[in-house]
């Protein structure tokens, strides 16, 4: 179906604080030290399937350029990436889940799947939230809910969140009145990587504000339907557009990535969306999920994690050839 490959990712949050300490703004070294030895207490320490699949993880000992990798990979919000010293997570192998110890509020844990998976997501959050809720003091209000640093995550504590590629509302400047109109009924379209970043290669998060007053799966289920009208708005668009133009534009786009011997990380994200609009409508025959592959693995802090520290140049001239040999054989390397 045309809208598995509108959607690349559905992502669910929950923020939960524990009631005996002062949020992270405001927390002291030891405090972040009790933080994380309390939630990987109860997380590692249980009798649980769980424990066997997590790891634990100090952030003091992973190098700077492995902790903006996790950023281009969705693994950690750039916010918890600027400032993540003393602080810790906890990590699925398959880096599906991660709970992030010390962001803005004391544990964000994040699910993250391909394609419109809110509801499995959400599974998977809920029950590492009630093995957390088992061993730990969350902070609780019986008018307010689960309260939090930011007065907005107030009641559930849920973000959901689903990423889009729309190229063709993008180029038919409706992004922005989407936009527009989802604020006023409690939703947020923001860039790649969330609040404050662009909809670089033509990919945008949806994502719910109001955790107030409403549950987990009215969030859910609202958000699953305003979701559909935007991927049968972009369907129309691409039903719409001038076939050859857009057949020209695709191929284009493929010949300059496929030879290519320079490629700044500006470049690739403008030509790989036509690529993946191009798989997504057969007019190029290869995986659907290979552009999704490419976009991550050519990030600046990927390639130096692949291929050592160097100048941007340089990360120019090996994200070229990476690309160039991801394309050529149709699968990537391990991630």
């Given at each position: 179906m045309m809208e598995n490959n509108i959607i690349v990712s559905s992502r669910i949050r929950l923020a939960r604080n524990l009631k005996?300490?002062?949020?992270?703004?405001?927390?002291?070294?030891?405090?972040?030290?009790?933080?994380?030895?309390?939630?990987?207490?109860?997380?590692m320490e249980s009798n649980t399937p769980f424990a066997k699949t997590l790891k634990y993880i100090e952030m003091d000992s992973v190098p700077e350029t492995e902790i903006y990798a996790m950023v281009e990979r969705h693994v950690i919000s750039p916010e918890f990436a600027r400032k993540c010293a003393g602080k810790a997570i906890v990590l699925s192998e398959d880096e599906s889940i991660c709970i992030m110890l010390g962001e803005e509020d004391h544990i964000r844990i994040q699910v993250v799947k391909?394609?419109?998976?809110?509801?499995?997501?959400?599974?998977?959050?809920?029950?590492?939230?009630?093995?957390l809720c088992d061993k730990l003091h969350f902070a609780f209000n019986s008018q307010f809910g689960y309260l939090t640093a930011c007065p907005t995550n107030l009641g559930t504590g849920l973000r959901a969140s689903v990423m889009l590629h729309l190229p063709l509302l993008e180029a038919t400047k409706q992004i922005s009145l989407i936009s527009e109109s989802?604020?006023?009924i409690g939703f947020t379209v923001r860039g790649i990587y969330g609040e404050g970043t662009s909809g670089e290669a033509s990919l945008y998060q949806l994502s719910n504000q109001i955790t107030l007053g409403i549950?987990?799966?009215?969030?859910?289920?609202?958000?699953?339907?305003?979701t559909e009208q935007i991927i049968e708005k972009e369907n129309d668009a691409r039903a719409s557009a001038d076939k050859l133009a857009l057949e020209d534009s695709v191929f284009r786009s493929f010949g300059i990535l496929s030879n290519a011997r320079k490629l700044t990380s500006e470049e690739l994200?403008?030509?790989?969306?036509?690529?993946?609009?191009g798989a997504s409508m057969g007019i190029l025959?290869?995986?659907?999920?290979?552009?999704?592959?490419?976009?991550?693995?050519?990030?600046?802090n990927m390639i130096m994690r692949k291929y050592g520290i160097m100048e941007p140049v340089e990360r120019?001239?090996?994200r070229a050839e990476l690309v160039r040999d991801m394309l050529t054989k149709g699968k990537t390397n391990e991630i």
């Open positions: 005996e300490l002062a949020f992270p703004s405001r927390m002291t070294k030891e405090e972040f030290q009790k933080l994380n030895l309390a939630v990987k207490s109860a997380i391909s394609g419109l998976s809110l509801e499995k997501c959400y599974d998977i959050a809920e029950r590492l939230d009630t093995l989802v604020n006023k549950s987990e799966k009215e969030a859910l289920g609202n958000l699953t339907t305003i994200m403008k030509y790989l969306s036509l690529i993946k609009l025959d290869i995986d659907n999920n290979l552009p999704d592959k490419i976009l991550v693995m050519g990030g600046p120019d001239i090996k």
